[in-house]
């Protein structure tokens, strides 16, 4: 089993910046891709980056270039850097991990379907 436990979300003000981290825990063996995804309330699930083994990153459109994805040389540690907040950025962020197959398309890296372990999820809330 993989452990995945967020943190680095808040409140802060449209303009503002966040860096979320995700600690990986337990059997971190044969993870291929890490991924950071965000739900706000009343809507679904939608992925905001990725990162795999070698370090290739995709990012949804609405975050790209506002947005860096990273990780430690170890992978244990998976950072989202969020700078120009906007309030449509508010969700719970949640890390997650793959197990499965590498060379995904950037579309599959983004969806929740391809991913296998979850964490609890860090708040973030952008005011206007």
């Known amino acids: 089993q993989v452990q995945l436990v967020e943190s680095g979300g808040g409140s802060v003000q449209s303009g503002g910046s966040l860096t979320l981290s995700c600690v990986v825990a337990g059997d971190t063996s044969g993870r291929t891709y890490m991924g950071w995804f965000r739900q706000a309330p009343g809507k679904g699930r939608e992925g905001v980056a990725s990162?795999?083994?070698?370090?290739?990153?995709s990012y949804v459109d609405s975050v790209k270039g506002r947005a860096t994805i990273a990780q430690d040389n170890a992978r244990l540690t998976i950072y989202l850097q969020m700078n120009s907040l906007k309030p449509e950025d508010t969700a719970m962020y949640y890390c997650?991990?793959?197990?499965?197959?590498?060379?995904?398309?950037?579309?599959?890296?983004?969806?929740?379907?391809?991913?296998?372990?979850w964490g609890q999820g860090t708040q973030v809330t952008v005011s206007s």
């Open positions: 997650a991990a793959r197990r499965r197959g590498d060379h995904m398309t950037d579309v599959q890296a983004l969806d929740v379907r391809e991913y296998d372990y």
């Open positions: 990162i795999d083994s070698g370090g290739m990153t």
